[in-house]
C-alpha cells in the first residue's frame, strides 16, 4: 500500500491545557457572558440563580472545554447553560413539591421555651411530692405511676378505702397549693 491512499495526519492540535488554551476558553467565556446572562434571564427569575448557572457553565468550560472544538465552543456554552438552568428548575421544582405534599404543618420543630418549662414545672411537681407526707405519697405513686384503683390501693396497703380517698383528696390539695405559691 502507497501512503499517499491515506489523507494526510492533520497537525496536532493545540494543548488546551496550557496557558493558552486557559487563556483563549477564558476569553470566549467573557465575549459570551452578556449572551449568556440574558439568554438564562429568560427561563430563571432570579439573579442569585442566574449567577450560579454562570459559575457552574464557567466551571465546565475549565474542566471539559479543551475537548470542543474551537468554532463549536460558543454554542456548547449555550447548551451548557440551558441543560443547568432545567436542572436548577427541576430540583426547585420538586422541593416545592415536597413541602406542597407534606406541608409544614407536619414539620414540628420544638420550642425551647416549652421544653425549659416543662422541665421546671415536672422539678417543682416532684419537691412538692417530696414535702408529702410518706403515707400520702405511696398512695399517689400507687395511683399515677401504677395506675390503680382506689379500691386495689385499698387492698394492697391494707387500710379503708374511705382513708386512701381521704389522702388522696388532701395530697391533691396540698400539691395544689404548694404548686400555686
Not at 96 to 119: C, F, L, W
Request: charged fraction near 30%; charge should be positive.
Amino acid at each position: 500500500m502507497k501512503s499517499d491512499q491515506f489523507p494526510p495526519k492533520e497537525p496536532n492540535p493545540p494543548n488546551e491545557t496550557t496557558a493558552e488554551g486557559i487563556a483563549r476558553r477564558r476569553k470566549v467565556f467573557d465575549e459570551t457572558q452578556t449572551g449568556l446572562r440574558f439568554f438564562l434571564s429568560k427561563k430563571l427569575t432570579q439573579d442569585s440563580d442566574i449567577d450560579d448557572c454562570l459559575q457552574v457553565v464557567f466551571v465546565k468550560l475549565m474542566e471539559k472545554g479543551d475537548k470542543v472544538a474551537a468554532p463549536a465552543l460558543k454554542s456548547w456554552l449555550f447548551r451548557v447553560a440551558s441543560n443547568e438552568s432545567a436542572r436548577l428548575w427541576r430540583s426547585r421544582a420538586s422541593a416545592e413539591k415536597m413541602y406542597q405534599k407534606h406541608g409544614e404543618s407536619e414539620i414540628t420543630v420544638p420550642d425551647p421555651t416549652n421544653t425549659v418549662m416543662r422541665a421546671e414545672t415536672t422539678a417543682q411537681v416532684a419537691e412538692a411530692l417530696r414535702q408529702l407526707p410518706e403515707s400520702w405519697q405511696q398512695i399517689v405513686s400507687l395511683r399515677m405511676h401504677d395506675n390503680l384503683t382506689f379500691q386495689q390501693i385499698a387492698d394492697q396497703l391494707e387500710i379503708p378505702l374511705g382513708t386512701v380517698l381521704t389522702r388522696m383528696r388532701r395530697s391533691l390539695e396540698r400539691l395544689r397549693k404548694d404548686l400555686n405559691q
